[in-house]
């Protein structure tokens, strides 16, 4: 492919089809779980940082238009104050590794919370700079963008993160450029189960889909998740499919967590609730993303 020349979008319907592959888990797990953590407070969009509107959406649809949007701020800021080492207690308790999926601006705010993450053996992520999608960034603004992510992540750790979501939207090129950045992988799709191999520019390059249905964000407004109960029977009842499933095709699971979201006290009990469920089942494999890709990539020749 011409490096100059904008990569065409292709949609694809068919996937893997009936066909599906075995991803042979680590001791014959039927699903691999993958909780991610989002570490974003400072990363959005707010008059008081410099940017040039204020989000609007949390856990209330607020619109401040005029100034910058304190109660936004404060409630964003719940995250590394507190809900982050809540939530890392009870990952502590239970031994579960995670990925922390960090925006840049919010690892420069925080520093020692990436820092921290390292330290206990979670991998650490890029997600994306500050809260915006790049769908109509120009190709060197992205490019930029994907650089200083990673270049505040390596500062604040001293480690070079291999996987990558954008917030929002990526463009027609992310995919392209995180290649050239040398990421082992990206979380841009929502379209699987299971993880996939993409050639890009010759380079056989790892997608782990993300999933917004069995997330926390559905906390925020207009999500319709409202007790703790609501995240841990939905998790449960995705895993329990999977897990049944599995016995014959084996698939992946993403849990998406935010400390400002299920590190509150009355949410907590719903990450504990499935977490224990699914410890209790077996055939489990919790894993960082990275180890998926990196599993996946040790077996992918044979079946992609």
Not at 26 to 31: E, Q, S
Not at 167 to 177: A, E, F, P
Not at 193 to 212: E, G, Q, S, W
Request: aromatic residues 10%; charged residues 25%.
């Amino acid at each position: 492919m011409d490096s100059n020349k904008t990569p065409e979008y292709i949609r694809n319907f068919k996937g893997y089809g009936a066909d599906r592959p075995d991803p042979k888990w680590p001791n014959g797990a039927r699903v691999a779980v993958s909780i991610v953590l989002n570490i974003e407070a400072g990363s959005e969009l707010s008059l008081a940082s410099g940017d040039e509107k204020n989000e609007s959406i949390y856990e209330i649809i607020e619109n401040v238009k005029r100034g910058p949007n304190l109660a936004l701020s404060s409630h964003f800021d719940y995250g590394p104050r507190v809900g982050y080492w809540r939530v890392m207690r009870i990952l502590d308790k239970y031994s579960i590794p995670c990925t922390v999926s960090a925006a840049g601006r919010a690892v420069d705010c925080s520093p020692w919370l990436a820092k921290d993450v390292v330290a206990r053996g979670h991998e650490i992520a890029c997600h994306s700079y500050r809260w915006e999608n790049h769908t109509e960034m120009s190709k060197e603004h992205e490019r930029r963008i994907i650089r200083k992510t990673v270049d505040s992540i390596q500062r604040a750790t001293g480690v070079r993160p291999l996987g990558w979501h954008t917030k929002g939207s990526s463009s027609i090129l992310t995919r392209q450029l995180l290649v050239e950045e040398g990421f082992l992988y990206d979380s841009d799709a929502y379209d699987d189960d299971l993880p996939y191999t993409v050639n890009i520019k010759d380079h056989n390059h790892i997608v782990i889909p993300y999933a917004f249905d069995t997330n926390d964000m559905r906390f925020m407004a207009g999500g319709n998740f409202v007790g703790s109960a609501d995240l841990a029977s939905y998790c449960i009842d995705a895993f329990e499919t999977l897990w049944h499933e599995g016995e014959q095709q084996p698939s992946l699971m993403t849990v998406g967590i935010h400390p400002r979201l299920s590190g509150r006290p009355g949410r907590i009990s719903g990450l504990i609730k499935f977490l224990v469920h699914a410890l209790g089942r077996g055939q489990t494999w919790f894993a960082r993303r990275m180890d998926i890709a990196r599993h996946w990539q040790s077996i992918s020749g044979s079946h992609i």
